[in-house]
């Protein structure tokens, strides 16, 4: 009778033990592989990244241990590789050579890597931006996503942008951007250029800036509102005339590059500077900031006539042979060859939604180039007859640089706020 | 301190009046080990079960050679420890993964020393090796408590246990009379608590109890002599017999359907039971068997207990999910044939939830653009929490009695049990409807190969 107690005592004991590991996490392998150059960088479409890419792959729990082997290939746009196969050297590295194609924009070279077992470990991707000709370039999150303003200044090949508060000037390729510093030059909210390729910027603190060396230094204007420490509206008409205003003071304008200020009467202060024009009769078209608000001035801005416009006008623009052309409010265009005594409808579009409208109206050679502000891009040669250039209910804004390329700003009011900027560089 | 004073002077009244006929005392004195079990624990983490030391002596007073009450004092010492998942607890829906996983910093133990005072009623089973089971209630008195790295969160530090509790026992066991006065015992307890030891925990006593000890029975021998005569004429318990089994369960979930990739799971079973003749080839046939059910994945998942599969977090798991149960049916049992060796059964279980765990491990990798990792989980998660206190079914049984020395056999039983309840239960898990999951439900299906040893009676 002993056994079976005993053989029960045994099997009760053994089956309350404690049989199972206690909960923990170990890590079995952990490498980490990077391109070490080249990553988010921009190149013209078709030309050599380099001949000797680096990808680096370590084995962190034992960095001496096993060479990894390294397939490249190319995952995106069309290019081509030099080495498509590689074992890492002791130092972990493997190299290639790569040249891009042009079948996209973003293109891709892909690391996929294999352990000496062959077991899969890793995809890396080294990502870079090949530039194309008249294709619409798409980059997201990159630094020209908050630009402001553009000037450009078409004789001596400067462009300069300003985007977060700082001031750019262009490279050698057109989407190179290399900031400019210099102790004025912070809080830009935008970038003007007059005919004499004189350069105003202006601050989010109711400062003018301007250089009159292209850009080498920068000096402060006298202050047109010494009393305000925040924004101004500014516009340079033909003449080289600067017209400012801001909130609730009145419009004032300096006819020596910011040197003296001159008011306007407190009518048409009231409604701000949208955009200003000199005609070739010597007088002034002005239209404000606020809606239906077109003057015309022929006594040097003493005095102001109210020119009666179709709709709700938001916006005027003059071509080089004075027609008038104002916009009714969402985008419907009108012309008058009478200065203002009548007007003429040209073109509408629909636009999915209703924006104010900065510079619109870009000239390019022998095109004008005219934006409207969700729904797309319009091409003319005479502002009579359009021809739809880019329809893309999405942009925000448009500017040109001295090569003609064309930027275009993203905006959304829908999640996921994409930020976007397209380029579009154009052939000769 | 009144009342153990008052348990006490109750305790020497009944001495006292032992001396009435028909009256059997016994006394003993008992050593051995308790295994911690706490209750009332959330999910995750490992719940140890912790051994600790069990001393005391019994008083019991027999109404008859089979029924009884019993009590005594027992000091006992219990251990808790909770060894911490350091894996992220991918219990939760994996979509809610700005929701970053939360870690605990250490392991939390405590331990208590309390002195119970049971009272339990006894019956005994006449037999070569006599058999008792006992349940009760206890009281018992905080002695001594700790809670070292017990205070992870602030709030803990203030906590001061109860000092009182009280809670069920459930034992059974052996003993076997070396002499006239004496006989060494050997019993498996189970106690559980009723009330909550911390304030702002649901946390409450458990532990299971082995212990062997002396019992003496010469008290009043010469009057309960003439009684030992007449008990020996009960004929009801004349040719009870117990049998003691062991054996191996598979079950399987067969709450899940098809499409999901649980698979079955082997698990131990243990425990005895008593046959009562009920006149011609039939017989009622219950007792207590410790059986652990459940069922394992071997899959993709984001969970370590059931299939729930998307785009994020995802595991390869090789997980076993036990619940451990305290089996009692209630079966009929028929004889085939004159030969008393081939038999049926079948009738009712009760099971009572006694833990419940995911064991297994879980293998993660993590592939990103600069880096790769493989993970490899220890998983143990104790899921008593999301298992419903007790499961109803049905089993049918099938089986051959052999001979091996005089009256003792071995049994050997095929059986087939079945759970009627959905036994899942997800309000305890803490989880949320989300798109992935498909809702688990857990139906017990379990296929018995149980060896028995048979133990005749006392009077055959």
């Given at each position: 009778m002993k056994r079976p107690v005993l053989l029960i005592t045994v099997m009760c004991l053994t089956l309350s033990c404690d049989r199972y590991a206690d909960p923990e996490v170990k890590l079995l392998e952990d490498y980490s592989f990077n391109f070490d150059t080249f990553q988010e960088k921009r190149f013209f479409a078709g030309e050599w990244v380099s001949d000797s890419i680096r990808f680096r792959a370590i084995n962190n729990k034992a960095p001496l241990k096993d060479p990894v082997k390294v397939l490249f290939e190319v995952a995106k746009g069309g290019g081509l590789v030099t080495v498509s196969s590689a074992i890492t050297d002791k130092d972990g590295y493997a190299f290639t050579g790569w040249k891009l194609g042009s079948e996209s924009f973003g293109q891709i070279l892909r690391a996929k890597t294999y352990d000496l077992k062959g077991n899969f470990l890793n995809s890396s991707d080294l990502v870079v931006y090949g530039f194309r000709t008249n294709e619409w370039d798409t980059l997201q999150n990159a630094m020209e996503n908050n630009i402001s303003g553009m000037a450009a200044d078409t004789i001596n090949k400067i462009t300069y942008m300003v985007c977060g508060g700082k001031l750019y000037r262009q490279g050698e390729r057109y989407y190179i951007w290399n900031e400019v510093k210099d102790q004025y030059l912070s809080s830009l909210r935008t970038i003007y250029i007059d005919r004499n390729r004189v350069f105003y910027a202006t601050t989010s603190n109711g400062d003018l800036i301007r250089s009159t060396d292209h850009g080498e230094s920068w000096q402060l204007c006298i202050?047109?509102?010494?009393?305000i420490y925040y924004y101004l509206n500014i516009s340079i008409s033909s003449d080289n005339y600067i017209w400012v205003s801001t909130y609730n003071l009145p419009i004032k304008y300096s006819k020596d590059s910011g040197q003296t200020w001159t008011e306007l009467g407190s009518e048409i202060s009231a409604h701000g500077i949208g955009d200003v024009f000199r005609l070739k009769d010597g007088s002034l078209v002005l239209h404000g900031s606020d809606c239906c608000s077109l003057f015309r001035s022929v006594d040097e801005g003493l005095t102001w006539t109210k020119i009666e416009t179709p709709g709700h006008t938001d916006k005027v623009f003059v071509s080089d042979t004075d027609e008038i052309y104002v916009n009714d409010q969402p985008f419907t265009l009108y012309k008058s060859t009478d200065y203002g005594a009548t007007f003429k409808y040209v073109f509408a579009a629909s636009p999915e939604w209703g924006s104010s409208k900065d510079n619109i109206f870009y000239k390019v050679g022998s095109f004008y180039y005219i934006l409207a502000p969700g729904w797309g891009i319009l091409k003319s040669a005479d502002l009579t007859h359009y021809d739809i250039y880019w329809m893309n209910s999405n942009l925000r804004n448009l500017y040109i640089d001295h090569n003609g390329v064309l930027l275009a700003t993203y905006y959304t009011w829908m999640p996921p706020y994409l930020k976007i900027i397209y380029y579009r560089k154009n052939s000769e | 301190m009144k009342q153990f004073n008052a348990l006490v002077f109750f305790i020497m009244v009944i001495c006292c009046h032992s001396v009435s006929y028909s009256q059997k005392i016994t006394t003993g004195i008992y050593s051995g080990v308790n295994f911690s079990d706490i209750h009332g624990q959330e999910i995750g983490g490992k719940w140890s079960f912790k051994p600790g030391p069990v001393q005391g002596f019994n008083l019991g007073y027999s109404f008859s050679k089979t029924l009884g009450i019993q009590t005594g004092i027992n000091f006992s010492t219990i251990y808790y420890e909770h060894k911490l998942s350091s894996f992220p607890r991918a219990y939760y829906p994996v979509s809610y993964s700005s929701i970053a996983p939360y870690y605990y910093p250490e392991n939390e133990m405590m331990d208590f020393r309390v002195l119970r005072i049971p009272l339990l009623f006894t019956v005994s089973v006449p037999s070569e090796l006599q058999f008792r089971m006992r349940a009760g209630i206890f009281f018992s008195f905080l002695q001594d408590y700790s809670l070292n790295n017990y205070n992870y969160y602030s709030s803990r530090g203030q906590d001061k246990p109860e000092k009182h509790d009280f809670g069920y026992i459930f034992s059974s066991g052996i003993s076997y009379p070396f002499n006239e006065y004496f006989k060494v015992t050997f019993d498996i307890g189970y106690l559980t608590g009723r009330k909550k030891f911390l304030d702002n925990y649901k946390y409450r006593h458990g532990s299971s109890e082995f212990t062997l000890g002396i019992a003496y029975t010469g008290f009043l021998k010469n009057k309960n002599a003439n009684i030992t005569s007449k008990t020996k004429s009960d004929s009801s318990y004349k040719k009870v017999t117990v049998t003691f089994r062991g054996g191996m369960n598979y079950s399987w979930n067969k709450g899940s359907n098809g499409e999901d990739n649980y698979c079955g799971y082997t698990g131990p079973a243990l425990g005895f039971s008593l046959r009562v003749p009920l006149g011609g080839n039939t017989s009622f046939q219950t007792g207590l068997s410790f059986e652990r059910k459940g069922y394992s994945i071997k899959d993709s998942s984001t969970s370590f207990y059931k299939l729930i599969q998307n785009d994020n977090q995802i595991y390869y798991v090789d997980a076993k999910v036990q619940t451990d149960y305290a089996i009692i049916p209630a079966l009929l049992s028929f004889q085939l044939g004159e030969s008393d060796r081939v038999f049926f059964n079948t009738g009712p279980w009760l099971g009572l939830k006694l833990n419940a765990r995911s064991v297994g491990t879980a293998y993660i990798d993590y592939h990103s653009d600069a880096s790769y990792q493989l993970k490899k989980t220890i998983i143990y998660e104790d899921l008593e929490k999301a298992i419903k206190d007790y499961d109803l079914g049905w089993i049918f049984g099938f089986g051959v009695s052999i001979p091996v020395i005089e009256e003792y056999k071995v049994d050997l039983t095929l059986q087939y049990s079945t759970g009627f309840r959905d036994v899942f239960d997800i309000s305890g898990t803490g989880e949320i409807y989300n798109q992935y999951d498909k809702s688990l439900s857990i139906r017990n299906r379990t296929i018995s190969l149980i060896l028995g040893f048979k133990i005749p009676s006392a009077d055959r």
């Amino acid at each position: 009778m002993k056994r079976p107690v005993l053989l029960i005592t045994v099997m009760c004991l053994t089956l309350s033990c404690d049989r199972y590991a206690d909960p923990e996490v170990k890590l079995l392998e952990d490498y980490s592989f990077n391109f070490d150059t080249f990553q988010e960088k921009r190149f013209f479409a078709g030309e050599w990244v380099s001949d000797s890419i680096r990808f680096r792959a370590i084995n962190n729990k034992a960095p001496l241990k096993d060479p990894v082997k390294v397939l490249f290939e190319v995952a995106k746009g069309g290019g081509l590789v030099t080495v498509s196969s590689a074992i890492t050297d002791k130092d972990g590295y493997a190299f290639t050579g790569w040249k891009l194609g042009s079948e996209s924009f973003g293109q891709i070279l892909r690391a996929k890597t294999y352990d000496l077992k062959g077991n899969f470990l890793n995809s890396s991707d080294l990502v870079v931006y090949g530039f194309r000709t008249n294709e619409w370039d798409t980059l997201q999150n990159a630094m020209e996503n908050n630009i402001s303003g553009m000037a450009a200044d078409t004789i001596n090949k400067i462009t300069y942008m300003v985007c977060g508060g700082k001031l750019y000037r262009q490279g050698e390729r057109y989407y190179i951007w290399n900031e400019v510093k210099d102790q004025y030059l912070s809080s830009l909210r935008t970038i003007y250029i007059d005919r004499n390729r004189v350069f105003y910027a202006t601050t989010s603190n109711g400062d003018l800036i301007r250089s009159t060396d292209h850009g080498e230094s920068w000096q402060l204007c006298i202050r047109p509102y010494s009393q305000i420490y925040y924004y101004l509206n500014i516009s340079i008409s033909s003449d080289n005339y600067i017209w400012v205003s801001t909130y609730n003071l009145p419009i004032k304008y300096s006819k020596d590059s910011g040197q003296t200020w001159t008011e306007l009467g407190s009518e048409i202060s009231a409604h701000g500077i949208g955009d200003v024009f000199r005609l070739k009769d010597g007088s002034l078209v002005l239209h404000g900031s606020d809606c239906c608000s077109l003057f015309r001035s022929v006594d040097e801005g003493l005095t102001w006539t109210k020119i009666e416009t179709p709709g709700h006008t938001d916006k005027v623009f003059v071509s080089d042979t004075d027609e008038i052309y104002v916009n009714d409010q969402p985008f419907t265009l009108y012309k008058s060859t009478d200065y203002g005594a009548t007007f003429k409808y040209v073109f509408a579009a629909s636009p999915e939604w209703g924006s104010s409208k900065d510079n619109i109206f870009y000239k390019v050679g022998s095109f004008y180039y005219i934006l409207a502000p969700g729904w797309g891009i319009l091409k003319s040669a005479d502002l009579t007859h359009y021809d739809i250039y880019w329809m893309n209910s999405n942009l925000r804004n448009l500017y040109i640089d001295h090569n003609g390329v064309l930027l275009a700003t993203y905006y959304t009011w829908m999640p996921p706020y994409l930020k976007i900027i397209y380029y579009r560089k154009n052939s000769e | 301190m009144k009342q153990f004073n008052a348990l006490v002077f109750f305790i020497m009244v009944i001495c006292c009046h032992s001396v009435s006929y028909s009256q059997k005392i016994t006394t003993g004195i008992y050593s051995g080990v308790n295994f911690s079990d706490i209750h009332g624990q959330e999910i995750g983490g490992k719940w140890s079960f912790k051994p600790g030391p069990v001393q005391g002596f019994n008083l019991g007073y027999s109404f008859s050679k089979t029924l009884g009450i019993q009590t005594g004092i027992n000091f006992s010492t219990i251990y808790y420890e909770h060894k911490l998942s350091s894996f992220p607890r991918a219990y939760y829906p994996v979509s809610y993964s700005s929701i970053a996983p939360y870690y605990y910093p250490e392991n939390e133990m405590m331990d208590f020393r309390v002195l119970r005072i049971p009272l339990l009623f006894t019956v005994s089973v006449p037999s070569e090796l006599q058999f008792r089971m006992r349940a009760g209630i206890f009281f018992s008195f905080l002695q001594d408590y700790s809670l070292n790295n017990y205070n992870y969160y602030s709030s803990r530090g203030q906590d001061k246990p109860e000092k009182h509790d009280f809670g069920y026992i459930f034992s059974s066991g052996i003993s076997y009379p070396f002499n006239e006065y004496f006989k060494v015992t050997f019993d498996i307890g189970y106690l559980t608590g009723r009330k909550k030891f911390l304030d702002n925990y649901k946390y409450r006593h458990g532990s299971s109890e082995f212990t062997l000890g002396i019992a003496y029975t010469g008290f009043l021998k010469n009057k309960n002599a003439n009684i030992t005569s007449k008990t020996k004429s009960d004929s009801s318990y004349k040719k009870v017999t117990v049998t003691f089994r062991g054996g191996m369960n598979y079950s399987w979930n067969k709450g899940s359907n098809g499409e999901d990739n649980y698979c079955g799971y082997t698990g131990p079973a243990l425990g005895f039971s008593l046959r009562v003749p009920l006149g011609g080839n039939t017989s009622f046939q219950t007792g207590l068997s410790f059986e652990r059910k459940g069922y394992s994945i071997k899959d993709s998942s984001t969970s370590f207990y059931k299939l729930i599969q998307n785009d994020n977090q995802i595991y390869y798991v090789d997980a076993k999910v036990q619940t451990d149960y305290a089996i009692i049916p209630a079966l009929l049992s028929f004889q085939l044939g004159e030969s008393d060796r081939v038999f049926f059964n079948t009738g009712p279980w009760l099971g009572l939830k006694l833990n419940a765990r995911s064991v297994g491990t879980a293998y993660i990798d993590y592939h990103s653009d600069a880096s790769y990792q493989l993970k490899k989980t220890i998983i143990y998660e104790d899921l008593e929490k999301a298992i419903k206190d007790y499961d109803l079914g049905w089993i049918f049984g099938f089986g051959v009695s052999i001979p091996v020395i005089e009256e003792y056999k071995v049994d050997l039983t095929l059986q087939y049990s079945t759970g009627f309840r959905d036994v899942f239960d997800i309000s305890g898990t803490g989880e949320i409807y989300n798109q992935y999951d498909k809702s688990l439900s857990i139906r017990n299906r379990t296929i018995s190969l149980i060896l028995g040893f048979k133990i005749p009676s006392a009077d055959r």
